[in-house]
């Protein structure tokens, strides 16, 4: 059993490794890297031919032929690439068209471009106007064909019509729109090196260049048909590219075109051969590595580029220029929002309405400003700005919510906690208006400190009622309060006088007050000239003075001060008296009632 076992260990082992080195070989062919979905409108990816590219780690770089089906693309690629046509891509001999989407060599060629190792890859385009196709999926092919590439091959047979010149309307919009240049740096990435290759016997006298520059030139309009203008704007804006075209002639390989795939080189014409070679070196020297956004891209970068562009050319039911800028600019501006978000949660919420938006602006400036860095696009791209505006807008106003319900939970705390010190003070054991004053002076200070944000000023006008009433209420029960409280305490020194210390002048001084208070000021002071007195100012500033000062706080300490003397008279009576007699210095009560003083005889 263990033997059979190893066995079929041993047996999966050499299966996997077959099939890793079938798969190597297998790399020899063409494979979809995209193709039409069912409809035959929009596109979709091919995982095939992804997989080829993923495992590529040097940069990338693509070369593209495009142009009317039935006009040699694919035998024009099997040619640059020195292979059959029963090894290389497939050419078709019957009126429908062989390649459908497009696709990819697998074996990419290496080559050394500025000292950098680059593998390039050969792709092939389904051929436009072909049978059961609309316009619509012949633009896709165009314009996805247009920004892989580094070098695109536009294969036209014989000459150069107003229909091909109007296809490039999309590749036109697209440099404009992305390879123009801003602040001297490329928008997103560089342009594909447009080729024109005219496949033809004769020129009439003229070279290919001169027949590129007479399509397009310029085409009179008088009569102000729209169509034309078009078609004249297309001419301008590749007149102005012209340092990125190239014209090039190719003559007919041989006149039977259908047994091209059975011939050699020596069976066909000389001349082609020559012109053929001279196509190979001049389209190699005019390779370049992908780049976007100033970087190379490796298999898996490209694969995620291609992903891209394909989303944004399958948006809507017409791919547009602004559709491609929206969806490669969509990444950034998640990464533009996330850091306005991201600086906008380091401040500390609640603040006030000012501050806030003064982090509002900083973070919106910062957070457009590495948008206008980073976006793709000159002219779509304003329509990705004013979204990031207003996503940022979104996530503003909810920050400004966040910062009123922070801002009313901690104003409402701390004008609980006022308000809860008020009712306090309200009720102290021993009225002091100077600790009233001082709590009072306390609370309206930390609420005006540590309140912040928008609900501050409901807040202060809530709190400046409350304290108010406070105040008011505070003083209005002050004098009556202090009255009563000076009787009570002329009452127990009377007591503590005449029963506990036994010293006639306190309780002298205590009944003197009491019959003050109970008669005097009854007398000659009403309730409302009782607080404006001089004499009653005095009284209060002294007992002020005595139950609140920065020594002692007496209302805090009035019972354990009682109690401790209370604890100290208790101990001078019972003990003191013994240990130092009977002698006093004090006027104290005689215990001895009238009798002789003398001493008895017998």
């Not at 309307?169 to 447009?194: C, H, I, N, T, W």
């Not at 003083?475 to 010293?503: C, D, Q, T």
């Not at 306190?506 to 000239?529: G, K, Q």
């Amino acid at each position: 059993m263990e033997h059979l076992t190893w066995v079929v260990v041993l047996w999966i082992s050499l299966g996997f490794l077959a099939s890793g080195s079938s798969s190597i070989d297998s790399f020899h062919q063409a494979f979809p890297v995209v193709e039409p979905d069912p409809g035959h409108t929009k596109l979709r990816l091919a995982r095939g031919g992804l997989e080829i590219i993923k495992r590529i780690k040097n940069p990338i770089a693509a070369v593209a032929v495009i142009g009317p089906y039935r006009s040699g693309k694919s035998f024009l690629l099997n040619q640059l690439l020195s292979l059959s046509c029963y090894e290389g891509f497939g050419v078709g001999h019957m009126r429908d068209t062989k390649t459908k989407g497009i696709w990819v060599w697998g074996l990419p060629v290496e080559l050394d471009i500025d000292g950098v190792k680059t593998s390039v890859f050969y792709l092939d385009t389904e051929g436009f106007e072909s049978v059961g196709k609309s316009n619509v999926y012949d633009d896709r092919i165009f314009a996805l064909a247009t920004v892989m590439s580094s070098v695109l091959i536009y294969n036209l047979p014989e000459t150069i019509r107003e229909a091909d010149i109007s296809r490039l309307s999309f590749a036109v919009e697209l440099a404009e729109e992305f390879y123009g240049r801003v602040k001297g740096q490329d928008v997103a990435f560089e342009p594909a090196k447009l080729l024109w290759l005219i496949q033809r016997d004769f020129l009439q006298g003229k070279t290919v260049q001169e027949m590129v520059d007479e399509a397009l030139r310029r085409v009179p309009n008088t009569e102000g048909d729209k169509n034309i203008d078009q078609v004249n704007q297309i001419r301008d804006s590749l007149a102005t590219m012209g340092d990125n075209s190239t014209a090039f002639s190719l003559p007919q390989p041989h006149l039977q075109r259908t047994k091209l795939c059975d011939m050699k080189d020596n069976e066909l014409d000389p001349t082609y051969i020559k012109r053929r070679d001279q196509l190979k070196q001049l389209v190699a020297s005019a390779i370049r590595p992908k780049i976007v956004q100033g970087k190379t891209l490796n298999g898996k970068e490209f694969v995620a580029f291609l992903e891209q562009i394909l989303e944004a050319l399958n948006k809507g039911e017409i791919p547009s220029t602004g559709s491609l800028v929206e969806v490669f600019n969509k990444k950034i501006l998640e990464q533009c929002l996330k850091l306005y978000s991201d600086m906008m949660a380091k401040v500390g919420l609640p603040l006030s309405e000012q501050s806030l938006q003064e982090a509002h602006e900083r973070s919106r400036v910062l957070s457009m400003r590495a948008f206008d860095d980073q976006h793709f696009g000159r002219h779509h791209a304003k329509k990705s700005a004013i979204q990031l505006e207003e996503e940022i807008d979104k996530v503003h106003k909810n920050i400004i919510l966040v910062n009123e319900y922070r801002s009313s939970k901690l104003c409402e705390s701390l004008y609980t906690r006022c308000e809860d010190k008020m009712d306090q003070l309200q009720v102290l054991r021993l009225p002091s208006m100077a600790k009233f004053n001082a709590g009072f002076l306390q609370c309206n200070q930390s609420f005006e400190h540590e309140c912040v944000g928008p609900s501050k000023m409901n807040y202060e006008q809530r709190m400046m009622k409350m304290l108010g009433k406070s105040r008011t209420l505070f003083i209005k029960e002050y004098n009556h309060r202090l009255f009563n409280w000076l009787v009570a305490f002329s009452l127990v020194m009377v007591v503590v006088g005449r029963f506990i210390i036994k010293f006639i002048l306190i309780e002298i001084a205590a009944w003197v007050m009491f019959i003050f208070l109970e008669t005097y000021t009854r007398m000659f002071w009403s309730a409302e000239t009782l607080y404006y007195n001089p004499v009653w100012h005095f009284i209060v500033a002294t007992w002020e003075t005595l139950v609140y000062n920065p020594i002692l706080d007496l209302d805090r300490w009035a019972i354990p001060i009682i109690l401790l003397v209370a604890i100290f008279i208790l101990y001078w009576r019972c003990y003191g008296r013994r240990k130092h007699g009977s002698r006093s210095l004090l006027p104290l009560y005689s215990n001895q009632k009238g009798g002789s003083t003398h001493s008895r005889t017998d």
